[in-house]
């Protein structure tokens, strides 16, 4: 079993909709949650992190985090062409330094 | 947020030699820095944890004596890729840890010909 999983995609949806990315992982003691957002050739950039569970929201963008079944999501609301990237799901926890462990991504177009 | 500077951004050298890729943490201390690599639509793996003033832990699979690390101070880690070959052309990404949160260098474009 992968660490962190996503559904790789591409998810398609139309400019304004809402686009829904979800994330599962596998170590229970995982502290620390993060999404990142990476355009093709680019280093990834931090979009949100979240500590606790429930939801957690900056502009557009809201993070929810379910420890009890180990997931976490990102929905990207009123989505924009420039939206379209590869969200990365990162988990971190308290051990190895704080080594943070990827996700496989999951391209997100969003139609004009 | 924090600053973490990578360099080069992009490097193409001949199959053989080898290449050394530095980062650094521009206004904080980082006593952890981590060593991804990414190939073409695939995600960041994990290469290495690179420890100040200590032996680099890595990922299994991941070869040591040809991915060299160096963390010689608190703000700077170098990877050094010797013999480098085509199989070795990706994206190296590096990353230092303030708190909890993981800041990312530019990233190096490595071709090997």
């Known amino acids: 079993q992968k660490e962190v999983e996503q559904n790789s995609g591409p998810l398609s949806v139309p400019e304004g909709a809402i686009a829904s990315l979800n994330c599962t992982y596998s170590?229970?003691?995982?502290?620390?949650f993060f999404w990142y957002r990476q355009y093709s050739g680019k280093s990834p950039e931090l979009i949100m992190f979240?500590?606790?569970?429930g939801d957690k929201e900056d502009g557009r963008f809201t993070a929810q985090l379910n420890k009890a079944s180990q997931y976490v999501s990102l929905l990207i609301r009123d989505s924009q062409p420039s939206d379209s990237a590869t969200y990365l799901c990162?988990?971190?926890?308290?051990?190895?330094?704080?080594?943070?462990?990827f996700g496989a991504g999951t391209r997100l177009f969003v139609k004009a | 947020g924090a600053v973490v500077s990578q360099h080069p951004s992009r490097v193409i050298c001949k199959s053989g030699t080898s290449v050394k890729i530095e980062c650094r943490s521009l206004d904080f201390q980082a006593t952890t820095m981590f060593w991804y690599r990414q190939f073409p639509k695939q995600s960041l793996m994990l290469m290495a944890t690179s420890n100040e003033g200590s032996k680099a832990t890595y990922e299994q699979g991941v070869e040591k004596d040809k991915f060299l690390i160096n963390h010689a101070s608190l703000t700077l880690s170098t990877l050094t890729v010797t013999s480098a070959h085509p199989e070795d052309s990706s994206f190296y990404i590096c990353?230092?840890?303030?708190?909890?949160?993981?800041?990312f260098g530019q990233g190096t474009r490595l071709t090997v010909v």
């Open positions: 990162a988990v971190s926890g308290n051990t190895g330094g704080f080594k943070t462990i």
């Open positions: 979240i500590y606790s569970n």
């Open positions: 170590d229970r003691g995982s502290q620390s």
């Open positions: 990353s230092a840890t303030k708190g909890t949160e993981a800041f």
